[in-house]
């Protein structure tokens, strides 16, 4: 079967930098997504990765080890607008993602 | 820039009543994703479709149907409607081919409370 795991919380200080992490266990992988959601607003497209190594956008970086069926969002200088769900996800067939339980971060001043 | 846009944001329905969700995406994105959201859950899949043609089948129910146009929007359709499907429904839409289902870009959601 087809899954993806990362922590349910994660809590973090202002300014600090704070990691999510994520493995998937699937067949036919083609690479690993991040999407940010804010409580009731829509998920957005944060980063992805097909290949090993890091992808550096802003204070966002994501990062993916296909041996290790592992790959983790890093966001640096965090702030307080950072507080919200960070869900990995890869696609599954042509035109499907399957999605993780999502990782609530939690910034406190 | 033109984002997905989402129609109506809320809806309030009876039980076994029927719903239509609808869904325009950016322009020049043909293809559409269907996905219902509870309260602190994931976004499960429910269909996409890619250049009008149903592509990929999720978790959707029998009791629900959807379709994309000429014009590229889609339409969801829920029939008999239960407690269980209130939730947040979320409309994507990403350019053309496989390799842009990782990246998708989300309206802002349907609300649908069924009481």
């Known amino acids: 079967g087809q899954s993806l795991e990362q922590p349910s919380e994660v809590t973090a200080v202002e300014g600090a930098i704070v990691q999510i992490n994520c493995t998937y266990q699937?067949?036919?992988?083609?690479?690993l997504s991040w999407y940010q959601q804010h409580d009731g607003g829509a998920p957005t497209f944060l980063s992805y990765?097909?290949l090993d190594g890091l992808e550096e956008t802003g204070r966002f970086s994501s990062f993916l080890s296909r041996s290790d069926s592992y790959g983790y969002l890093l966001l640096q200088e965090l702030q307080m607008k950072d507080s919200a769900s960070y869900f990995c996800?890869?696609?599954?067939?042509?035109?499907?993602?399957?999605w993780g339980a999502g990782t609530k971060l939690i910034i406190k001043p | 820039a033109a984002g997905v846009i989402q129609s109506p944001r809320h809806l309030i329905k009876e039980k076994r009543e029927t719903a239509t969700l609808k869904c325009y995406p950016i322009?020049?994105?043909?293809?559409v994703y269907w996905y219902q959201q509870g309260p602190g859950q994931d976004p499960q899949f429910l269909i996409s479709?890619?250049?009008?043609?149903?592509?990929d089948k999720g978790s959707i129910p029998d009791r629900f149907s959807a379709q994309q146009f000429s014009d590229y929007h889609s339409e969801l359709n829920m029939s008999s409607l239960e407690l269980g499907d209130s939730a947040l429904y979320f409309c994507?839409?990403?350019?053309?081919?496989?390799?842009?289902?990782?990246?998708?870009?989300f309206g802002p959601g349907t609300r649908l409370t069924v009481l």
């Open positions: 994507a839409s990403s350019l053309e081919g496989p390799e842009s289902t990782d990246t998708q870009y």
């Open positions: 322009p020049r994105h043909d293809t």
């Open positions: 479709f890619y250049e009008k043609m149903q592509s």
């Open positions: 699937t067949s036919g992988f083609y690479g």
């Open positions: 990765n097909a």
């Open positions: 996800a890869e696609r599954v067939g042509n035109y499907q993602l399957i």
